[in-house]
């Protein structure tokens, strides 16, 4: 699918431009979602790994999953979805990049400014005295890692099953797509709350709000346009209707 005439006009002229990613758009780089039936980890379903009471039961086992994830990590690349993206930060005026994904592809792709709703997989901390920790893994006895400062067990900092969302992120989130002209919503179903609701606030203030899944969503029948494809291929073309109006060397690195 195209993007329509409508749609083009906006891109061109909007100046404040507000995104929210999900699953779908780490899914075209190769991250799994984790639910798959093969592999080591297919008798777990996430919801049983990703929640406190399951670290605190089992802080090792956890971790051996989370370990698991990020030498996944380590093979994937940004696609040409997070470059644009990172790239239409540099050319708009007021840009906000809201992710509900914890693997940091966003930052790889070139993005500076990402509000992550769920956390960063990259990031870890102290349960006890929140002392934070990078790059922390099992350790070489498969023990889960402890502080250097207080002994304490340190988790992931991502937000699991049953935990609330970073306040201040998601205000921050939804105060852009408050004020924005154009909302990009692209690879999320729209059906995880509060998060799905930014884009209806968005619509409610008046925005433009255009929606990139590869299929048709709860949120389609509620944004201005949905465009059904691949984002590694329609993002850059949204790029390009933006920079078709926008000066270059503007922001420049
Ligand atoms: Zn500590």
Redesign the pocket.
């Given at each position: 699918m195209t993007i329509s005439a409508k749609g083009i006009s906006v891109l061109e002229s909007a100046a404040s431009v507000c995104v929210l990613t999900g699953a779908g758009i780490s899914a075209e780089s190769g991250v799994p979602t984790f639910r798959g039936k093969e592999g080591l980890w297919s008798k777990f379903k996430p919801e049983e790994l990703a929640n406190f009471r399951a670290f605190i039961n089992n802080p090792d086992l956890v971790w051996e999953w989370y370990t698991y994830r990020k030498n996944v990590m380590k093979d994937v690349k940004p696609n040409p979805a997070h470059l644009a993206l990172a790239e239409m930060e540099r050319i708009v005026e007021d840009f906000t990049l809201v992710t509900q994904n914890v693997d940091n592809l966003h930052q790889r792709g070139g993005s500076r400014n990402v509000y992550e709703l769920h956390g960063n997989i990259e990031r870890s901390y102290?349960i006890?005295?929140r002392?934070p920790e990078q790059n922390v893994m099992l350790d070489e006895q498969g023990k889960a890692p402890r502080?250097k400062?207080?002994?304490?067990l340190i988790r992931p900092d991502v937000v699991w099953f049953g935990e609330l969302l970073p306040y201040e992120t998601f205000q921050m989130g939804a105060a852009a797509a408050a004020r924005c002209d154009l909302f990009l919503l692209i690879g999320t179903s729209g059906i995880v709350y509060p998060a799905a609701s930014l884009p209806l606030v968005a619509r409610d203030h008046g925005a433009y709000v255009l929606e990139v899944n590869q299929e048709y969503t709860d949120l389609s029948s509620r944004v201005s346009e949905t465009i059904v494809g691949k984002a590694g291929v329609i993002v850059p073309e949204m790029l390009a209707s933006m920079k078709n109006t926008r000066k270059r060397g503007t922001n420049s690195e």
């Amino acid at each position: 699918m195209t993007i329509s005439a409508k749609g083009i006009s906006v891109l061109e002229s909007a100046a404040s431009v507000c995104v929210l990613t999900g699953a779908g758009i780490s899914a075209e780089s190769g991250v799994p979602t984790f639910r798959g039936k093969e592999g080591l980890w297919s008798k777990f379903k996430p919801e049983e790994l990703a929640n406190f009471r399951a670290f605190i039961n089992n802080p090792d086992l956890v971790w051996e999953w989370y370990t698991y994830r990020k030498n996944v990590m380590k093979d994937v690349k940004p696609n040409p979805a997070h470059l644009a993206l990172a790239e239409m930060e540099r050319i708009v005026e007021d840009f906000t990049l809201v992710t509900q994904n914890v693997d940091n592809l966003h930052q790889r792709g070139g993005s500076r400014n990402v509000y992550e709703l769920h956390g960063n997989i990259e990031r870890s901390y102290c349960i006890d005295c929140r002392r934070p920790e990078q790059n922390v893994m099992l350790d070489e006895q498969g023990k889960a890692p402890r502080c250097k400062s207080c002994g304490g067990l340190i988790r992931p900092d991502v937000v699991w099953f049953g935990e609330l969302l970073p306040y201040e992120t998601f205000q921050m989130g939804a105060a852009a797509a408050a004020r924005c002209d154009l909302f990009l919503l692209i690879g999320t179903s729209g059906i995880v709350y509060p998060a799905a609701s930014l884009p209806l606030v968005a619509r409610d203030h008046g925005a433009y709000v255009l929606e990139v899944n590869q299929e048709y969503t709860d949120l389609s029948s509620r944004v201005s346009e949905t465009i059904v494809g691949k984002a590694g291929v329609i993002v850059p073309e949204m790029l390009a209707s933006m920079k078709n109006t926008r000066k270059r060397g503007t922001n420049s690195e």
